[in-house]
């Protein structure tokens, strides 16, 4: 007994599979059931990258400009009675902090929102008042790549986002007023503090809304012009893992203090992960039934083709070929046409991930720019990812929907009745 799949078995499928030009629509439909295959394929293998990508753009840039864990302390009455959160005792606090395993940095943070202006322009900003020491640590904010000035002379100005110093139209050397509600206490009430500093770095951090509203100051001098004289908003926290931040949140409440309290990077981006999931699981759903949609033209093509071979399958019956072997030359028909469908698909989708940067530039250049607004999605440009993960999901689905769709028209075939197949010929 022969074989499965074997050598007459694969000559007579690729025989099938030929075009003649008296079977031009059998191979019209070939055709376009390995270019619906190789189409959705790509656009599987594209959508799975560029989803890929911008996650993990955007969780780069949460975890490169941004505390990976953040510790507060519970809204306490001054000695004037008016409630604050400041944390007086923070350089003990962050010594605690630092010995927690898993934990590589503690910086106490002073924070304060105010008005920036120069050359006529204002900007609402959010000022972050750290040492330079600990700015170091924010790989989004210092790098001399993304950045631009001498970051050396921190302590003699402030560090600006790109989008501030494009808002206020300023740059290395230039001057900003900042002014801040919480000035000096008089009779009369507080008045505006207004700080006059020199602008030593500009950075970009790779997320619109960092650049556009974020403005580092030195910390002593932040205490000075905030009222923090003495004391700290906030400590931030870096960890080796900031994937493995709920791991050692355990170890940080053992060392929090009863008026502390933590939050992490998952609490404040949280929402936005969960919604980014359900949207990938939703894409690769609806790209599922396209795949399925082009495979299933696989099954028009083997009903034709079984149509116009059905005197050659009785033939085949006749001297000897099992029901088997004839189902498998059609299972291998069908099959061929989604193996080299999703082998183009998968070539075409990876290209595309690969070369998306010139793509992209000259789809946005096509259309006279404005595709990729940042202001709406926060990165600056279109990301991907290629894993083989998502390549191996996209090409196991397509093979998979391909021997599935396959078996009915090739069993069909294999049942046929030779003597019904011979009747009219």
């Not at 753009?57 to 505390?67: P, Y």
């Not at 009369?188 to 580092?216: L, N």
């Not at 690969?354 to 990301?383: C, K, M, Q």
Request: aromatic share 8%.
């Amino acid at each position: 007994m022969p074989r499965p799949f074997a050598a007459h078995e694969r000559m007579i499928a690729w025989r099938y599979l030929r075009a003649t030009r008296a079977e031009g629509g059998v191979s019209v439909m070939t055709w376009i059931s390995l270019l619906g295959i190789a189409l959705a394929v790509f656009a599987l293998i594209a959508t799975l990258a560029v989803r890929s990508g911008f996650r993990a753009e955007f969780v780069d840039t949460i975890l490169g400009a941004n505390a990976h864990a953040t510790y507060y302390t519970i809204a306490a009455a001054d000695g004037t009675g008016a409630p604050t959160n400041v944390i007086e005792d923070y350089a003990a606090v962050a010594e605690r902090i630092r010995a927690v395993p898993g934990v590589t940095h503690a910086a106490p943070v002073i924070l304060g929102q105010v008005l920036a202006s120069a050359n006529g322009r204002n900007a609402g900003v959010q000022v972050y008042g750290m040492t330079a020491d600990d700015l170091r640590t924010l790989p989004r904010i210092v790098d001399d790549k993304s950045g631009a000035g001498d970051f050396s002379r921190f302590d003699e100005g402030v560090a600006i986002g790109a989008g501030v110093a494009r808002t206020l139209g300023v740059g290395i050397g230039d001057q900003i007023r900042l002014v801040s509600p919480e000035g000096a206490k008089t009779p009369f009430g507080t008045s505006p503090r207004v700080g006059v500093y020199e602008v030593v770095y500009i950075f970009s951090a790779g997320r619109y809304d960092i650049d556009a509203t974020r403005i580092y100051m030195p910390f002593a001098a932040a205490q000075s012009f905030f009222n923090r004289d003495g004391v700290a908003d906030e400590i931030e926290i870096r960890l080796a893992d900031p994937e493995a931040v709920q791991q050692v949140m355990p170890a940080l409440w053992r060392v929090a203090g009863p008026d502390g309290f933590y939050q992490t990077w998952r609490d404040a981006s949280g929402a936005f992960l969960r919604a980014l999931t359900i949207e990938d699981n939703v894409m690769f759903v609806i790209l599922s039934v396209l795949v399925l949609i082009a495979t299933m033209n696989i099954v028009s093509g083997l009903i034709m083709l079984v149509k116009n071979k059905q005197s050659d399958i009785g033939i085949l019956r006749t001297i000897g070929l099992t029901e088997g072997a004839v189902l498998r030359v059609f299972f291998l028909c069908g099959v061929s046409v989604g193996v080299v469908g999703t082998l183009a698909g998968v070539v075409l989708g990876c290209l595309f991930a690969i070369y998306i940067d010139p793509i992209f530039a000259l789809v946005n250049r096509l259309s006279g720019g404005g595709v990729w607004d940042p202001t709406i999605r926060g990165l600056y440009y279109l990301p991907a990812e290629l894993k083989a993960g998502d390549v191996a999901s996209a090409v196991l689905l397509s093979l998979g929907l391909s021997c599935i769709v396959t078996i009915f028209p090739a069993r069909r075939a294999a049942r046929m009745n030779p003597v019904e197949a011979l009747r009219h010929e």
